[in-house]
């Protein structure tokens, strides 16, 4: 009996992956995993997706024969059965021993992703994320490095993160890397998370993370991005954040100009564009800035090019509704908005 | 002249609805309040799956999104499935366990006012600045920061309706422990008024901590208390212990019921009796049981750590044993049976799938590692639609059918009835089915729109095509009642002609007093024993005598409404100065009607013996 529920149960769990494979986006997918975290997450879905659908075809077995052989044919009384200890018994134990095999393992994972002794290691890469409406701010305090919008994580190794919120609860997902882990604005809620290179460079090396905690209206626009990139390149971004002690010269004369606006309205103001860690985390009430132009997005969610920007920058409330930045400065000219596009591209560490 | 008559008989009919104690009006209450709401939600539904149609949809605005994604789930718990199932448990319970009426009449109209004025104080909120918008959880941080009158509408409204469900689970409780008639014992009661007497024990545990959350953030809202404001030392997490332990148990507030009505349905269809009755109470106290320990796994991602975790996701998982053992047991009852397809038993079939589907997708989520990928996105929207729509709504359905006679006397109509099923049905996993893998492929719920590139796109479009076909199977299903309202063609006791158990032994509808003479039990499924043995009816268990009833009363309503006024002094309080005499004056409308009700003695009245034998048999004016 055993060894052909195990038998059923292998033939299903292949089923399954191939019903299941194919099915989404391999950069934000939880069914297309690329890291330690989701794989274990999607063996064990698979796992229990198998044992499920067993579950399911006794049942539909079983009710499609009564559905077939006791319709109303004449108006007999049927006999008045009153139960069956023994039939009653296998289906009270048969469950018990399906949910065992399921419990185990679920038991066990769940304490493995949360192992995060790691964390102190010499060169271990620590990401301290803090959410806000409707941002994302990352921080590496062995770096003393902040930016925003866009991780930047090498492959093949742990991620800790250790996750706040600064208003109200969000959650912090990247579904192609592992489940989520909300932010709450309490406490500091701690996991790690692996990109495994391969999948990583299937998957165009660009992961989507979501905000999965309702945090208000522009809730479902909550996105950020993660670069997985190799740990020498990873290394080359951090030496060149850290590079960036005092704002970037702008090199050609429209991005200076678009310096100056972005001082003179106050945009400076939120957003910084150094990317030391040195103010403290009430102070950063705007995305840091500091590698902007190397960013595929804006604001999370737009492609990142002059079109965009300056649509973001013209009325952010159209684009992301209720988003804090709405209102905070004087309306921008034409020219003023391609001065500033041109000056956040200009933002870049790596080059 | 004949318009003033009709008028006036419209007026006494409705000052007669407005002051009744008797369980069958109100169950008509409940049926007529609940169905207006569960329209609504309805509504609210299509209007969610219309702007998530298409990628960067701008059908509702953001704001807009949240407004009517909060309201479609509150309303569809608190005001369309809760009453919905209560108006059932009004009609059908106090008459299968033998009795005249519930325990205390004049507290079921009070829940019943209580509950109505929650619903409407909480649907005036679009009126007056907008509905709540924090989802029905209304987790603390995002309900404290939510501006305006919204939330308030939210706390206020299900406070109020919320005492409404407590009065009418205590009021349960006590009818089945005391009222059963002679020879009902508790393992011969039907199996609708065993899963009632459950589902009310949870209310009576499940609700209080309901009421403490909600009075805390009403505290913290209106009147500057802190119990969740983090930077003045609250916490947030306590609102989701709290919400949670009331909110998990909830789920089977409403679904024990339901699982009571398929019992009856299936026993009822298939001519047998429920195989192995005595696992299935068991079952049904156990599944009650663990309902209060399982709250966390709602909670998996909020970082209670890798214990809490563990614990709670193996609780979760227990659950399924006994859930299994029922629904193997109704395939039993089936088995060697005479099914007959009628549309309740449709939906008891179509509920079978479903929920076997919504329950396993349930314990997926149970498995705590994986449901970090689950929680939160469309894959758990589609878990708890099969099991609430697919174990609830279809045993709210079928019920309706089944008992539509008991309550107006007249049958509705088979044909459409099932067309409603098969829309409803095929509607229902086209629209959930797909959303499970539409929350794997990256899609978190309660977003107001989806970007496209992300693979969204056909499952997103499936989904709301599906919710089209249940839009069109409720406009089959209003149809049907007017249609059948309209003829009108009285039916006799039994008008399924296979009924088990003592309601289907009285009149459609039951005169006033339900029981003539108190029937007499002498087993499960009492009147089939009766019909087996060539009785028409019940043997009674007390000679012929006066019957004593309950007086109306319009102090119910005015209790209830004084707390819909005091809601809202309370609400305007801080913004206008005539918020605290309002707030005074509802308090003192609602603590003087009860002063009155204590004060004044009101010892029923009696419907004497002679009036009893003047009735021909049965042909007792409704």
């Not at chain 1, 993370?209 to 950020?224: I, N, Q, T, V, Y």
Request: a negative charge.
């Amino acid at each position: 009996m055993k060894r052909f529920t195990s038998w059923r149960l292998f033939l299903l769990s292949a089923l399954v992956t191939f019903l299941l494979s194919g099915c989404g986006e391999p950069y934000v997918s939880a069914l297309k995993p690329a890291g330690e975290v989701a794989q274990k997450q999607y063996e064990l879905i698979l796992l229990s997706t198998a044992i499920m659908i067993l579950v399911i075809l006794v049942v539909t077995v079983l009710f499609v024969i009564v559905l077939i052989r006791f319709r109303r044919k004449d108006d007999r009384i049927p006999e008045q059965v009153e139960g069956n200890t023994k039939l009653e018994i296998i289906w009270t134990v048969i469950p018990i021993i399906l949910l065992l095999i399921l419990a185990i393992p679920t038991v066990k994972g769940t304490f493995a992703l949360a192992d995060m002794s790691g964390t102190d290691k010499e060169g271990a890469v620590v990401v301290n994320v803090r959410a806000s409406l409707y941002w994302w701010e990352f921080e590496y305090p062995n770096e003393g490095i902040v930016t925003s919008q866009e991780l930047v994580l090498p492959t093949d190794e742990r991620i800790y993160f250790h996750v706040t919120a600064s208003d109200v609860k969000h959650s912090f997902w990247i579904p192609a890397l592992g489940g989520k882990l909300d932010t709450n604005p309490d406490n500091v809620n701690s996991f790690w998370l692996e990109i495994d290179s391969e999948a990583a460079e299937e998957a165009g090396n660009l992961f989507y993370g979501k905000c999965a905690e309702l945090c208000g209206p522009s809730h479902a626009l909550m996105d950020f991005k993660v670069r997985a990139v190799s740990r020498e390149e990873y290394e080359r971004w951090v030496e060149g954040m850290k590079a960036v002690t005092e704002p970037k010269e702008p090199e050609t004369a429209l991005a200076k100009k678009g310096q100056e606006v972005f001082n003179e309205k106050g945009c400076i103001s939120c957003h910084a564009v150094t990317a030391a860690n040195t103010a403290p985390a009430e102070a950063r009430i705007g995305p840091n800035l500091t590698d902007f132009g190397e960013r595929a997005f804006v604001a999370g969610i737009l492609e990142n090019n002059r079109e965009e920007i300056k649509r973001w920058l013209r009325n952010p409330e159209k684009v992301k509704p209720a988003n804090k930045m709405t209102g905070t400065y004087e309306p921008l000219t034409e020219e003023e908005l391609e001065a500033l596009a041109e000056y956040l591209m200009s933002l870049k560490v790596t080059e | 002249m004949s318009s003033y008559a009709q008028k006036r008989g419209f007026l006494a009919t409705l000052w007669d609805y407005l002051t009744t104690v008797d369980h069958k009006k109100i169950a008509v209450l409940y049926l007529v309040a609940g169905g207006f709401f569960f329209v609504l939600g309805g509504i609210e539904a299509i209007l969610i799956r219309v702007q998530l149609a298409v990628p960067n949809n701008d059908f509702l605005s953001a704001d807009m999104f949240n407004q009517v994604m909060t309201m479609h789930g509150t309303t569809m718990i608190f005001f369309a499935a809760m009453p919905l199932l209560f108006a059932l448990m009004n009609a059908v319970l106090p008459l299968q366990i033998g009795a005249r009426d519930v325990a205390f009449p004049f507290v079921n109209a009070l829940g019943f006012w209580m509950f109505f004025f929650g619903g409407i104080f909480l649907n005036l909120s679009w009126f007056l600045g907008g509905a709540p918008d924090a989802g029905w959880t209304s987790y603390a941080s995002l309900s404290l920061a939510s501006e305006g009158k919204r939330i308030d509408f939210y706390t206020l409204g299900i406070q109020i309706s919320g005492f409404g469900t407590l009065m009418a689970g205590i009021n349960f409780l006590v009818t089945i422990i005391n009222m059963r008639t002679t020879g009902m014992t508790f393992m011969r009661m039907p199996m609708f008024t065993w899963t009632t007497f459950v589902a009310s024990a949870l209310i009576l545990f499940a609700f209080p901590p309901l009421t403490i959350s909600i009075f805390f953030l009403i505290f913290d809202r209106l009147f500057g208390s802190q119990f969740f404001n983090v930077e003045m030392g609250g916490n947030t997490i306590i609102w989701e212990h709290l919400f949670w332990i009331f909110g998990h148990p909830e789920v089977y507030i409403l679904v024990l019921p339901a699982f009571g009505i398929f019992s009856e349905v299936i026993s009822i269809f298939s001519r047998k009796r429920l195989f192995g009755y005595a696992s299935m109470v068991f079952a049904t106290v156990l599944i009650g049981f663990l309902g209060f320990m399982v709250w966390a796994h709602h909670m998996f991602t909020t970082g209670l750590g890798p214990i809490a975790n563990a614990i709670f996701a193996v609780a979760t998982m227990a659950i399924a044993v006994p859930t299994g053992i029922k629904i193997f047991n109704w395939l039993l009852t089936m088995w060697g049976g005479s099914i007959k397809l009628t549309t309740p038993m449709l939906y008891a079939l179509g509920f079978i799938p479903s929920f076997v589907i919504g329950g396993v997708t349930g314990i997926m989520n149970a498995a705590s590692m994986a449901d970090y990928q689950y929680h939160d996105t469309y894959f758990v929207v589609g878990h708890f639609h099969y099991t609430i729509l697919g174990g609830v709504v279809f045993a709210i359905l079928a019920g309706l059918h089944l008992y539509w006679p008991k309550m107006f006397g007249t049958m509705l109509n088979e044909t459409l009835g099932k067309i409603t099923f098969w829309l409803f049905f095929i509607g229902f996993h086209l629209t959930f089915f797909v959303q499970h893998f539409l929350g794997l492929m990256g899609m978190p719920r309660r977003t107001y729109t989806f970007l496209e590139g992300q693979g969204l796109e056909t499952g997103n479009m499936v989904s709301s095509i599906g919710a089209a076909f249940m839009a069109v199977g409720a406009i089959v299903l209003v149809i049907n009642i007017i249609i059948t309202s309209v003829k009108n063609q009285k039916v006799g006791n039994d008008p399924w002609e296979d009924g088990r158990t003592l309601e289907w032994s009285v009149s459609s509808p039951p005169p006033h007093y339900n029981f003539k003479q108190l029937p007499l039990v002498r087993g499960i499924d009492a009147y089939w024993i009766e019909k087996m043995e060539g009785r028409k009816e019940m043997t009674p268990a007390e000679p012929l005598g006066d019957i004593h009833m309950p007086n109306s009363s319009f102090i119910p309503f005015m209790i209830s409404f004084g707390l819909f006024v005091a809601a809202f002094g309370a609400m305007y309080r801080p913004d206008y100065s005539w918020g605290l005499p309002v707030l005074v004056g509802g308090l003192v409308i609602t603590f003087g009607s009860m002063l009155i009700r204590s004060l004044k003695d009101d010892h029923g009245h009696y419907i004497k013996k002679e009036e009893l034998m003047d009735d021909s048999d049965k042909g007792v004016q409704a």
